[in-house]
């Protein structure tokens, strides 16, 4: 494959994603989309570039490159600016989550006058359901991902804190190939190569959207580690950064210094059948609410609700769409309208934080089949002690 | 210091900020200014959190939080919603830089008539400047950045990848309580806790708006290091994360595997020559585009301006402002109408690409004081081997 071409993903691969992206802009109306988010660029062309790429409903990718200047081909053009940019047909549909607002007052003075459509919420919809290419990324990520959790214990030394502990799984990930970087959409929400939260800092409340908190080393990044000794009785909730192919996945164990309460295991044990209880019932055709809806009764009937998803602050879902970014559709949430579909990738995390132990629980990656959720994070999910 | 009300920076240092805020306010315009925006949240408040800001003119702060819900005072409004906040005054700033599309059309309606103003060049503008209590956090992250860089030949072993380095270099700026995440404004660029250039893949062009380029190791974060073996007569640049505070120090340096060619080391003896010059002539009132002259001038007489800023693809620009985020104002770029100001603090860094040896050169973190720019990243700054 030609480095210098516009495309780095096969062309069967191609077809089927701009067939996914075109039958979702036929749907809202869109006879163009411009796309400016790297992600989307990712997705539409495996690869990502200063510029922009403009997908007709017709089926043709333009792309519109700033840098790098080493990229050539048919379908590329060198522009300076989005003046330069030419549209075919009348609607067209632009990134409205993740467009500035800066960049959208431009647009629209280009494209003056003709309807809009959302190509952020198009885009989101052809990502949802993942093709066989993207379910072997993300499978060969998760096999990665599963290598490095089963180091943690070997990992661990006597009077380490969360974040000496973090950092060395950072290392044994980097080591594995892990890239790094933690895609999410949207600039609200960052996190540094995971969550590895000790003890009570569980139940520091974060101000971002993720399942569980933690104070975080210092203000400017208030999640996850917080410099907790790891003493006994403590659970060791590891949640770490599973981009090793572009394609994420999201794993969670726990882990536990000594012995630990019985309410925490009992709550850990509650996590695994909601997991495997929602893994059987995932099938295509199900409301992502309903799944909600049954981890929390099942917690619930566990008497264990004042504990899930959080304590003194609760997290508002259970589980998130996964692959080139860490929140991708369907979401597992109580008003979620997403209905799942066959191909859909979806991290499922109903955890615990118990007070006095810290968080417990897991988070597996599932892909949607015909007849339920296949797990793509295969590390035991026990319990194991440090 | 109460950890959940909503500043946590010392209050004379709040009205320091405050005043700068609303003297630019005032030469916009703006009677209110509405924050999203997580740098500039932390900027005046010292936190992170999951809501809005509003600034008036008359210099009262008001947070609309969502969460965490542990923040209590006065000063703060728990909401769900931006249809919740109340504005001061009629001129509306908004963030149009950083806030979505989406987001501004919502904005948009609730401010229904009202006239707006660019609260994205106003915080701009206040950030450019740093206090001495912001210098001070930047110089710390400079001592500690450099007590990292001084470990470099310490980390390398025989045999090592330009990789197998960064993640030892990695390790050892987390040891030393780097935060890890490296702030950029915008999203269209990103870099996973710096960039290591060994040898002819410094040559490679990116796509992102970096100084320096390198393949990177994926095609989904085309960046900085790809895996080439540190071999003998190779360069070996470091440009990695200095985010030790909140705030960063931008800082690079040399080093060398076996004998390296006689122009690479005549090209880094100009980059320390343009760094030192200056950081004599940039005192306050000069403009940031005569310092880039002033380099490309230099780098030029020194026979060197096909190399310089890169060789196959040439960066815009040789410095820029750094503090909470890494592309902050002035900027050192030939159509910069940005005018040094006391306070600034710029990351300068004249580097080269030499085909068949790779980058060199160096960068430093500069506050510009009365007399000239003084100098907050003291590693040596000559080649090291390694």
């Given at each position: ?26 749907a ?10 790297n ?75 003709k ?32 290598a ?135 099938v ?50 109580p ?5 799942l ?46």
């Open positions: 494959m030609d480095p210098n071409q516009l495309f780095l993903i096969p062309s069967d691969e191609i077809d089927t994603r701009i067939a996914k992206i075109t039958a979702e802009m036929k809202d109306g869109a006879d163009s989309i411009l796309i400016a988010d992600a989307n660029k990712y997705y539409i062309t495996g690869r990502v570039f200063a510029g922009w790429l403009t997908v007709s409903s017709s089926g043709k990718v333009h792309a519109w490159v700033r840098r790098p200047i080493t990229l050539h081909g048919d379908n590329i053009s060198f522009v300076r600016k989005p003046e330069e940019i030419t549209f075919d047909g009348n609607v067209i549909g632009l990134e409205f989550a993740t467009l500035t607002a800066a960049d959208f007052l431009r647009i629209s003075a280009i494209i003056q006058g309807p809009t459509a959302n190509a952020s919420a198009i885009m989101r919809r052809a990502r949802a359901t993942k093709t066989p290419y993207e379910i072997q990324r993300i499978a060969e990520s998760g096999q990665r991902h599963d490095v959790y089963r180091s943690v214990p070997s990992l661990f030394r006597d009077g380490m804190t969360d974040i000496d502990l973090q950092i060395e799984i950072e290392r044994e990930l980097r080591k594995a190939g892990c890239l790094g970087q933690f895609h999410i959409s949207g600039d609200s929400m960052e996190l540094f190569m995971g969550n590895i939260l000790v003890g009570d800092n569980a139940d520091n409340p974060t101000p971002y959207d993720f399942a569980m908190g933690g104070a975080g080393a210092h203000p400017s990044l208030p999640v996850g580690a917080n410099g907790s000794l790891i003493a006994d009785g403590s659970s060791v909730m590891v949640d770490a950064n599973g981009n090793f192919t572009g394609y994420m996945t999201d794993m969670t164990r726990t882990f536990a210094r000594g012995t630990i309460a019985d309410l925490a295991i009992r709550a850990h044990d509650c996590s695994i059948a909601i997991c495997n209880r929602l893994a059987s019932i995932g295509p055709g199900v409301k992502a609410s309903d799944l909600y809806e049954e981890a929390v009764a099942m917690a619930s009937e566990a008497g264990l609700a004042d504990f899930f998803m959080g304590h003194r602050q609760h997290a508002g879902f259970i589980g998130h769409g996964v692959g080139i970014e860490i929140n991708e559709a369907p979401v597992i949430a008003r979620s309208k997403d209905i579909q066959e191909g859909n990738v979806i991290a499922l995390e109903p955890k615990f934080v118990i007070p006095g132990t810290g968080a417990v629980g897991i988070e597996n990656t599932y892909v949607v089949r015909p007849n339920g959720m296949q797990c793509l994070t295969l590390s035991p999910q026990e319990i194991l002690p440090l």
